[in-house]
Each structure stands twice: as C-alpha cells, then as structure tokens.
C-alpha cells in the first residue's frame, strides 16, 4: 500500500497484513485438502497504537467491515452504517430516509412473507395507488377514494405477511438493542447479538439490506405520524429545528428535517422510497461494524459468504451547498407549554477538519462537567439556573450551542448574555493554562472508560465511516487533540465568534400554531403470529455452537475484608485498565429526612479550609476524578472514580470536603432559589407529571415520596450550619465501601485506613421509613391537563410483595406479553392496529423486599385514537393471546441472552447491592435460565390468569382538555382530574 507522505512523514503508517484461514494439526501423511489451500484470503488495514486492534477490510464490492476482538462477554456489537441520511432526502419528499429506515425492518421477498407470489401484485397496486394519491392533493374526495382502496387492499396484502418476523428472529437470537436511527448523514441498524449466532446474523442482514419490500406500509406510517406528533409536543425539538432553519436556510440541515414535515408524511411514494433505497444501499455506501468476542479470519470469511455477491453500484454524489456568512445576530423565538430557556448557535466547517478538533476542545473548555468556564462561572456560583454548551457535529457543517435556563425573575436574555460574557473569556485568553492539558488528559480518560463498551468501540467505527476519515486518521485524532494549544484555541475564537449567531428565545406560552398530523382510517391487518416464512425455519437451522451461561458468584467473584471492625469492604479487581470506582453505601435516605437531597446538592457549592468549591473542582479535574453523592428514598450513594494512579491525592481531597465542607450562606441562598424555580420548571414537564408526581400520587396517595420534600418555608428557614452538619454526619452512619479497580485488596485496605475518616464505632443506621402502598382498589381514571397534541396514558395495577419464586415466570411473561418489537403489545396496537408509536406493557418487579409489584401498561397515542387504543390495551390485558411461535421465541431470548450476558467492572458490585435489598444472596437469573425452558403456555395461563386477568387498574392520563375523550374515559371509572397543586405538594 502507497502512503501518503504526509502520513509517511509523520511515521503514522496504515499496516496491509493478510487474514490466513486457522491452523489446522493433521498427520504428517495426510496431505491437506486441495480446498484448503485454495481458501480465500484477505488484506486488511490496522494502525498502530490502535486501542481497539481493529482490523479494516475491504471486499470486491466495496462492502467495508470494521472489526475488533474483546471478549468481555460472549456477544457482539454490530451496527449497519449507510451513508444516507435525512441530507439526501429528495426536497420534494423530506422523511423519506427515516421512512426506509421503518421498511428495512419489514422483510424481504423471503423474509416476512407467506406466499411472496401473491403478496407482491398486492403491494404494486399499493404503490400505484400512492402515486395516485400524491397526485390529488386538490381533491379530498378523490384522495379519499384512493385512501380507501389503499386501505382495502393492504387487507389483502396483510393476508400474506408475516409481522415483525424480523423482530422475532432477531429475538430468537438472543439479540438485545434491536434498533436503528436516522440524522442528516447516516442511517445506522444496530443489533447486540450473542456470539455464537453470528452467521444467522450475517445471513440475516445480508438479506434484508440487498432488499427492501415496503411491507404493511399504511400502518407503519401512521407510527411514523406518530412519532412526529411527539415531536411537535417537545418544545426542545421545535427549538432546534427554528436554531438550524436559521443557521443553515441553503443546506438541508436547515431546510428539512429527518423526519420531514406533515404535508410530505401524508403524500409518500413508495416509488421513490424504491429508488433511494437502490441508490444509496450498496456495498460501497455502507459498512459493518462488529465489536465483541469475535475470531477475525472466521468472522470476515462469513460476511464475504453472504454480503460478497452484493453488487456495487455509483452512488450520488452529495453537492453540499454553501451557506453565506452571517452578518449580525439573528433572533427568533419559539413558544410551548415547557419551561423556558436560551439557545446560542455558532455555524463551523465540518468535524473532519482541524476546525473541528478546535471547536471540541472550546466547547470543553466551556463545559466538562467539573472544570469549564460555564461548570465553574455560572452553574457552581449558580448565575443561572443551569447552563451548558454542546457541538453538533456533521461532514458539511458543525454547529456549537450555548443552552441555558433562567433563575427565577432572571430574563432569557440575561442568560444569553452571560453565556456571551463566558465565550468573550476565551476570546481573552481568560482560562487557566493548566485547564488544555487536563482536558486531553480527561478525554483519554473517558475513551478509556468507553472502550469497556462494545457498544462504544462499534460506534466509533461507524463514525469513521460516515466522517469519510480512514480508521488511521480517527485513532490519531486524539493525538491530534493533544497538540492543540492555548494561543490556537484564542485565535480560534476571536475569528469565529463574532455577531454570527443565532438566538432562539424559548418562552412559556400556548404556541398559537399548534398542529398535528391527522389519522387517517386505517382497517386493523392481521397478526398472523403464529405464521412463519420458509426463509425463517431455513435461517433457524443454521448451526450455532451453544453457550453457557457464567452467572455471578458473589461469594468468589467478590472479595471482603475489613477497613476497620464494623466497615467492610467488598472488593473486586480490575484487570483491564488503570480506572477505579470507589463507593459508600449508607441505608438510609429522603425518607428518614428530607433535607438529604438538599443538602447532598449543597455539596457541589462548597469548598474546604484548603479549597474554595472551584478550586476543589479544578484539583480533581486534573487529577482525572470526579466524584457524585445521591440520595434516593432510603439509601445515599457516595462515589469517587478516575484515574486509579492519583487514588490517594483524591480521596484526601473527597475526605477533606465530607468531613470539613465550609458553609456558604450565598451559595445556600441561591440554592434555595434555584431549588424553588426548578420545581416551577417541574410544573411544566409532562413527563415528569406523569410518570413521577401521578404515578406517585396513585401509589402512595398525596403524601408521597415525590412530595415528601423541605416545604418553601423550611428551605427559606435552613441554615448553611445544619446541611454541613448533616453532610459530616454521612460517614459516621454503618456504610459499606466498595472498590472496583486495578491495586491488591491489601493495598486497597491500607489507602482507606490511611484517608477514609470514620468515627471508632459507627452509629446504626436509622429505621427504615416506608410510605404506605395504596389498595387501588376502585376504579378510577386520574388525568391531568396539558397542551400536547398526543396523549399519554398508564394502565397501573397493584400486584402481590416481591416473592424470588415469581422472577422467572415473570421474565416470561414480560419478553412475551409487553417486552419489545416482538411481543404481542407491540405487534397488535402498533403493528396491526397502528394505535400508538409507543406501547408496552410489564409486571414490574419490586426494587426491595417488601415492596409490591406492579403492571405498568403504556400507550402513546393521537388524543383523537385514545378510545381505541385503550380497548386495545384493555382487551389484551384481559385475554393474552397464546401464539406458540411467540412462546418459542421468547423462551429463545430469555435463553441465548442469558447464556451470554457477563455481568463485569463495577456492575458486579452494583449487582450484588440490587440483590441484597431483595434479600438475595446469589444471581436470580440462575433460576430464570433454568426454569423458563420448562414452561409452557399453562404456565402463563395460570399467571395472567392470577396476577392479571380481572385486576382492578388505575387508569392515568395526561393530555389536553380540548381534546379528550371524557366520556370514553368514563368507562373506565370515576374520572377525576388532579390539579398541580395536588400532584405536586406546592
């Protein structure tokens, strides 16, 4: 392979080896196969210094494959990556990319059909008929004719197709992660799959991207209206599509969005989906990216087996258009009932560009989390409520944003300008000289800790891939990253941001151009669940080597040992890396006092005698750690990690802060302020209405953990002296100190003795405090108003105590009843229905012994499609429909996902936490595993019909008033309204 001399100077060369086929160990006179010999090799790239040892190959098509071998566990990440996104959308047909990105899931002439001969005349007169329907935009009625023959033929066509066959192949793998994603430049599939099923993947994925059949598209497209009606209910989602209209009004980062506007979702061409489709996904526009415990030689002969008579085509070229400088600020505001907040964006060059470097490393100047001129100038001195910035990165184009939110009676423009005030500081070389290096030194950290991920090592190469950069070039980045210098990063500044903004406003109100997507009538298809494809029993039997599961043994995998009598330490080395993490562990929480949670938040404001609160910030910033204390309902979780190399230097300066923190009278002060704003801003979240204050206010009633808070008096009331003295108070409480990380347990031991400050004899933990689970009883369906086009409703049923015994049968019925894709909710209200673009439902096991389990059921739906889809839950929760094919699948899943599941790092303790508050002493997916390749559908029967079946529900719902359906929701007990007031306590 030629270098290039840039590379070739810099002694950074990209190695061609070759991937030989295993040895194989034959008798002296037995002469190898003649076959053997002509076995297929192939040329692959690495590069040195490689984190990953990835291998890069290139087949004769142009098929590119990234891999890398790392066998935390005995399964594979593996992503899809096409170079295609919403940018190369047709104007004329905007969402088109996110749509395909839909009809890949939905089979093949093979895969997903019963009899593709009679299918496909079907589904052509469907996408004759949408060409039809395109063309008679001035017609209503015209267009509801054509619609209504749409509608009755897909009947026809549903006859023969097999939904989310997919989805279930996929779950018969043992596959976690099913999903895909759509942006301006790519379009990704992902898949975690075990290792031992690597071939059915291959053969899998081979098919269904060498062809596309737009499958049940009617009903897939009322879930894609759905998802942008939940679009136009998010304020933040409105906000950044105004930020890039301004920003880019040439490019299509301006001009359209992924998931394209109304007029064009209701006049799609399947012909043109047809066509891009064919243009852009082709071997030579797309790579596979698997990371995970894989065997190089064997793995790439499989992807050439079933990708390498994947013909290669030309692919479009992409003219990006340019946009003109922008002269003087430009302001635009957005309205919506969520809380309000400024958004500042800068427009930059590309990511792959040494622009694109430097404005990463501004943009962590301003913000890391810990040390940046926003963490420490705004946030910790608390200017504003909360304020961070954030880069969004593409191959024409690289945005910076400034996001803030406005302490009360603050105005949005103030927060603009002291996000200003922050970037004129770097403009002035305002900045610690330290704070370049330490933020190279942190980054390496954070790869460090992400390459314990496959997920993470994957996606990095399909990063490479869409960035259009060599995998050589994307591993030196962070060399590159470490030559940037202070001088670079002022200049940097002071030439790109001037007046070329644009603000966007995001103010409270009722946005008076409030729209949504209308349902059209759609005729429920049919399940068909018990219906396979040949192509799917043909993959079923390709041969897979089976796996064992390795389940935790908290007694051998966990080592103990005493810092000093009555504080244990569990203790759990890591091998793989120089990182730790460092954990207290007290029993108790908010709900033995309330002023936990203010007081472990005050903590991030406080320094010690030594240190003023930005400088103890700054210490463990260059030190490479960082530490967090939590408080939940009855237990406090105090945390250190980093950099296992300056362990002691930051424990003693964590100690320092636990057992000294200085008081702050300002800091309290504005504390207390930015605590009340914040839960005005609460007020204004319909998630956090939902699924926090209602679901609370059913559980428990009004008094409940979620408004079990300081009232505003008593916070206005508290003295800096009384949190500093509940804080120091921590340590001395019985705890447990868990360590995951490189040195000896002796070592371990010694470091804690020597910097962990306790009293002699620890003071017992107080009481458990428990709030009192309501009988829900009767009947009774709570809503609460708000401004959203679509509506949100739980189905909430009381079930029996936590009980061990129930686990496995409980896992079975969740991935089969309400998991995912595959499973009978999400198959008859999306799938065959088109009822909501979100459902599930799951009996939800308690988090501690001597808690209730609950069924928890989800739809989100169009306000005008709430009766229906409520039947539609209601109706399956009374009778579960029995498909054995779904029994089967599930019953696969819950077996190969075990079988290679590794629980590793710190999770194990962190697993072992979890199982000691169910009073368990060893891993229960043991019985899982064991016990649900026994069950059958009496098994589940006889649960739905004891645990589910006729159990009284609470039904909750949010939405708006105007568009409700009170008189359906009647139906299903006494209606009542919660105000905000109730829900919230204040």
């Known amino acids: 392979m030629l270098l290039l001399p840039a590379l070739a100077a810099l002694g950074f060369a990209t190695e061609c080896q070759t991937s030989k086929p295993a040895a194989t160990t034959t008798a002296p006179a037995a002469p190898a196969p003649p076959a053997a010999a002509k076995e297929k090799t192939y040329s692959y790239e690495t590069t040195p210094n490689d984190p990953l040892n990835a291998r890069i190959y290139h087949l004769d098509n142009g098929l590119t494959v990234y891999l890398s071998d790392y066998k935390n566990a005995p399964r594979i990440q593996t992503y899809v990556a096409v170079r295609a996104g919403s940018k190369n959308d047709p104007a004329a047909a905007t969402g088109l990319a996110h749509y395909l990105e839909h009809m890949v899931f939905k089979g093949t002439s093979k895969l997903g059909t019963k009899d593709w001969s009679k299918e496909k005349p079907e589904l052509d007169k469907i996408e004759a008929l949408y060409e039809t329907?395109?063309?008679?935009?001035?017609?209503?009625?015209?267009?509801?004719?054509?619609?209504?023959?749409?509608?009755?033929?897909?009947?026809?066509a549903a006859r023969y197709a097999v939904p989310n066959e997919y989805d279930k192949l996929m779950g018969s793998l043992g596959s976690k992660g099913s999903n895909a994603h759509t942006s301006n430049e790519e379009t990704v599939y992902q898949e975690d799959i075990p290792s031992n099923q690597l071939e059915k993947w291959a053969a899998v994925q081979s098919e269904r991207f060498t062809e596309m059949v737009p499958r049940l598209f009617h009903t897939e497209l009322e879930a894609v209206y759905e998802e942008k009606n939940r679009g136009l209910d998010s304020d933040f989602n409105k906000e950044f599509e105004t930020l890039n209209a301004a920003l880019y009004p040439t490019h299509p980062y301006g001009t359209q969005t992924t998931i394209g506007t109304i007029e064009h979702l209701q006049n799609p061409s399947i012909t043109e989906i047809k066509k891009y489709f064919g243009e852009y996904y082709v071997p030579n526009n797309v790579a596979l990216c698997l990371s995970g415990d894989l065997d190089y030689d064997q793995t790439i002969r499989l992807i050439d087996k079933y990708f390498g008579a994947w013909q290669k085509k030309p692919v479009p070229v992409f003219n990006a258009p340019v946009e003109q400088p922008i002269a003087a600020p430009i302001t635009k505001e957005v309205?919506?009932?969520?809380?309000?907040?400024?958004?500042?964006?800068?427009?930059?060059?590309?990511?792959?560009?040494?622009?694109?470097?430097?404005?990463?490393?501004?943009?962590?100047?301003?913000?890391?989390?810990?040390?940046?001129?926003?963490?420490?100038?705004?946030?910790?001195?608390q200017k504003v409520l909360q304020a961070s910035t954030f880069t969004d990165l593409n191959d024409d184009y690289s945005t910076h944003i400034l996001f803030g939110t406005p302490r009360q009676g603050q105005s949005l423009e103030a927060v603009q300008a002291l996000m200003l005030a922050e970037v004129e500081k770097v403009k002035q070389g305002q900045f610690p000289d330290w704070l370049i290096p330490a933020v190279i030194n942190n980054e390496k950290l954070q790869r460090t800790k992400d390459y314990e991920s496959n997920l993470a090592r994957a996606s990095a190469f399909y990063e490479s891939f869409i960035e259009r950069i060599s995998w050589a070039d994307y591993v030196k980045q962070l060399e590159d990253f470490g030559t940037i210098t202070k001088a670079e990063i002022v200049q940097f500044a002071n030439d790109h941001y001037g007046a070329n903004y644009v603000t966007i406003f995001k103010r409270t109100g009722k946005d008076p151009n409030t729209v949504k997507v209308v349902k059209p009538a759609i005729t429920p298809v049919p399940a068909n669940r018990d219906a396979a494809s040949a192509y799917y029993t043909e993959v079923s039997k390709l041969p897979?080597?089976?796996?064992?599961?390795?389940?935790?043994?908290?007694?051998?995998?966990?080592?103990?040992?005493?810092?000093?009598?009555?504080?244990?330490?569990?203790?759990?080395?890591?091998?793989?890396?120089?990182?730790?993490?460092?954990?207290?562990?007290?029993?108790?929480?908010?709900?033995?006092?309330?002023?936990?949670?203010?007081?472990?938040?005050?903590?991030?404001?406080?320094?010690?005698?030594?240190?003023?609160?930005?400088?103890?910030?700054?210490?463990?910033?260059?030190?490479?750690?960082?530490?967090?204390?939590?408080?939940?309902?009855?237990?406090?979780?105090?945390?250190?990690?980093?950099?296992?190399?300056?362990?002691?230097?930051?424990?003693?300066?964590?100690?320092?802060?636990?057992?000294?923190?200085?008081?702050?009278?300002?800091?309290?002060?504005?504390?207390?302020?930015?605590?009340?704003?914040?839960?005005?801003?609460?007020?204004?979240?319909?998630?956090?209405?939902?699924?926090a204050a209602m679901l609370n206010y059913v559980k428990y009633g009004p008094r409940n953990p979620f408004t079990d808070i300081v009232s505003e008096a008593a916070l206005k009331a508290l003295k800096p002296e009384q949190l500093t003295a509940i804080l120091k108070k921590l340590p001395t409480y019985q705890h447990r100190v868990l360590y995951y990380?490189?040195?000896?347990?002796?070592?371990?031991?010694?470091?804690?003795?020597?910097?962990?400050?306790?009293?002699?004899?620890?003071t017992p933990d107080p009481a458990t405090k428990d709030f009192v689970e309501q009988p829900l009883k009767d009947r009774k369906v709570y809503w609460a108003d708000y401004n959203m086009v679509q509506a949100e409703i739980l189905f909430l049923t009381k079930g029996d105590l936590y009980d061990k015994g129930l686990v496995p049968t409980v896992s079975l019925y969740n991935e089969y009843f309400g998991g995912g894709m595959g499973s009978i909710v999400f198959q008859d209200l999306r799938e065959s229905k088109a009822l909501a673009y979100s459902a599930s439902s799951r009996y939800s096991s308690a988090d501690k012994l001597g808690r209730s389990n609950y069924i928890v059921s989800y739809i989100g739906t169009q306000?005008?499609?709430?009766?229906?889809?409520?039947?539609?839950?209601?109706?399956?929760?009374?009778?579960?429909?029995?498909?054995?094919?779904?029994?089967?699948?599930?019953?696969?899943?819950?077996?190969?996902?075990?079988?290679?599941?590794?629980?590793?790092?710190?999770?194990?303790?962190?697993?072992?936490?979890?199982?000691?508050?169910?009073?368990?002493?060893?891993?229960?997916?043991?019985?899982?595993?064991e016990q649900t390749a026994k069950m059958s559908f009496d098994d589940l029967r006889k649960f739905q019909a004891a645990k589910v079946k006729g159990q009284n529900q609470v039904v909750l719902v949010i939405g708006s008033k105007d568009r409700l359906n009170f008189k359906e929701l009647a139906k299903y007990g006494t209606v009542q309204q919660l105000t905000l007031k109730e829900l919230f306590g204040y």
Not at 133 to 150: C, E, L, S, V, W
Not at 337 to 357: H, I, S, W
Not at 914 to 923: E, N, S, V, W
């Open 133 to 156: 329907y395109r063309g008679q935009r001035n017609d209503p009625a015209a267009r509801k004719r054509t619609y209504h023959q749409i509608d009755s033929i897909s009947g026809v």
């Open 335 to 381: 309205v919506g009932p969520q809380a309000e907040n400024v958004m500042v964006g800068y427009r930059f060059a590309g990511k792959a560009t040494r622009d694109g470097l430097r404005l990463r490393m501004l943009d962590k100047i301003l913000t890391n989390g810990q040390a940046g001129l926003f963490d420490l100038d705004l946030n910790q001195q």
């Open 544 to 691: 897979s080597t089976e796996l064992q599961p390795v389940f935790v043994d908290y007694k051998k995998d966990i080592q103990t040992a005493e810092v000093k009598p009555g504080l244990p330490l569990y203790y759990t080395k890591n091998t793989e890396n120089g990182l730790f993490s460092l954990f207290y562990a007290i029993d108790l929480g908010t709900n033995n006092d309330p002023r936990l949670d203010v007081a472990t938040d005050y903590l991030q404001y406080l320094g010690t005698g030594q240190y003023s609160a930005a400088q103890l910030q700054q210490e463990f910033y260059k030190l490479g750690c960082s530490f967090a204390v939590s408080s939940g309902q009855d237990r406090v979780l105090i945390s250190l990690s980093g950099l296992d190399s300056n362990l002691e230097p930051a424990l003693r300066l964590f100690e320092q802060l636990l057992n000294n923190p200085r008081p702050d009278a300002g800091a309290l002060k504005n504390q207390v302020a930015g605590i009340l704003k914040q839960r005005q801003d609460a007020k204004l979240n319909k998630g956090v209405i939902l699924n």
């Open 741 to 762: 990380g490189p040195r000896p347990i002796d070592g371990t031991v010694a470091v804690l003795k020597a910097e962990h400050r306790t009293p002699a004899k620890l």
């Open 863 to 929: 306000s005008d499609k709430l009766p229906e889809a409520m039947t539609g839950m209601e109706s399956l929760l009374t009778d579960m429909p029995m498909a054995e094919a779904n029994l089967q699948i599930a019953k696969q899943s819950i077996r190969n996902s075990i079988a290679t599941d590794r629980i590793t790092h710190e999770g194990i303790l962190l697993s072992y936490e979890r199982a000691r508050r169910l009073g368990l002493d060893y891993d229960v997916r043991r019985d899982v595993y």
